[in-house]
């Protein structure tokens, strides 16, 4: 059974800690060392100052590379010749202890215990076969630090772990929030275009406008491709005012027009301009009892707007029945699942202005 790969923010702090202990290392071994150097009895310098030299070369390769071998001689040099450095005869030196203490920390941040334990009994075996019984509470203050920093880097290494679990649970349930509103606005476009579609076949049928059955089978095949998605085009920039001009053809009421120069906008929002429109269109034909509409299509920052308006009997939009869609569904709903709006401002008696509006971002 494989380990699962770490998460982003486990494997962020895996890496700066890897790329960092190096470093880490070589300077405070370094200042360790010239510490070491500066305590150390005279006749002792040549063999300080040795292995000051060795600990810069292996500082060296700390910090620009991954070898593992010169930690361990620098250490392990360090631990054999604190005797020769020390001003009492077989007391450890400190430069031994802290060099051991800063190596076995570092170590637990960028290798495996399976490596660096069995390498740390040997450095420990080491220093107690040259540094005798002064040696032993060195030996137990290495051991318990190494322990104590590993610890710590499990525990931070889990904190980062369900740090990504948390992080992955939200993704996930924003993910599931996203695909139910593109669900949710699916159904509002599929229950408008229903309503534009099937619905007006039905009342032209009703009407006895579309008494030819050749007719009437047109009108149902056109509404199934719309229904079904396939009469739709790519989404690509399109002119909305071509698809505003083949609405306004053989309408019932006459229709005064004025067009302002608009900027293109992608096709599912000319199709959501187009089609609220159209609808706005048809509720004045059918409810206004006025005897003309004028519309208007004019550029607002970064879009376009569209406005209809009839000079009829008017209502009162906030008592329209929850289930009549075709202001809510087939013009707001509409609007807002393109990412426009849509207002509907109209009191009886004066009349009703439709505004559609669509602007990027």
Do not use: K
Not at 48 to 77: C, E, I, K, T
Not at 117 to 145: C, H, S
Not at 181 to 210: I, K, N, P, Q
Request: glycine share 8%; aromatic share 6%.
């Amino acid at each position: 059974m494989t380990a699962s790969a770490p998460g982003p923010v486990e494997a962020q702090f895996r890496a700066s800690v890897t790329r960092f202990a190096g470093p880490a290392r070589a300077v405070a071994t370094t200042v360790v060392g010239v510490f070491g150097v500066v305590a150390t009895p005279g006749d002792a310098l040549p063999v300080a100052f040795g292995l000051l030299g060795l600990s810069l070369v292996a500082g060296a390769a700390d910090v620009f590379g991954r070898s593992f071998a010169p930690a361990v001689v620098r250490a392990g040099a360090v631990a054999a010749c604190q005797p020769w450095i020390t001003s009492v005869p077989g007391t450890a030196s400190l430069w031994a202890a802290n060099v051991l203490t800063i190596t076995a920390i570092t170590w637990q941040w960028e290798r495996s215990p399976r490596l660096t334990g069995p390498v740390l009994v040997a450095l420990l075996a080491v220093g107690t076969a040259f540094g005798g019984g002064g040696w032993l509470p060195v030996a137990l203050r290495v051991v318990v630090e190494t322990v104590l920093a590993r610890v710590a880097f499990v525990l931070l290494v889990r904190s980062t772990a369900r740090t990504d679990a948390a992080r992955a649970e939200q993704a996930a349930l924003e993910q599931a929030e996203a695909l139910d509103r593109d669900r949710r606005r699916r159904e509002r476009e599929y229950l408008a275009l229903l309503h534009d579609t099937a619905s007006a076949t039905f009342l032209a049928v009703a009407s006895g406008a579309a008494a030819d059955r050749a007719a009437v089978a047109g009108y149902a095949a056109r509404d199934l491709a719309i229904l079904t998605g396939s009469d739709r085009s790519a989404d690509t920039p399109v002119d909305v005012e071509a698809g505003l001009r083949r609405v306004l053809t053989a309408r019932v009421l006459p229709v005064t027009a004025v067009w302002e120069p608009v900027p293109l906008v992608p096709a599912a929002v000319a199709l959501a301009l187009v089609r609220a429109a159209e609808e706005a269109l048809r509720n004045a034909e059918r409810h206004s009892g006025a005897e003309s509409v004028s519309l208007r299509l004019f550029p607002v920052p970064d879009g376009v707007a569209v406005t209809i308006t009839d000079a009829g009997t008017g209502f009162d939009p906030s008592r329209v029945p929850a289930a009549r869609r075709g202001v809510r569904g087939s013009v707001v709903e509409r609007m807002s699942a393109a990412g426009g709006t849509a207002e509907v401002r109209s009191s009886p008696g004066a009349g009703t202005t439709v505004t559609l509006r669509w602007a990027r971002g």
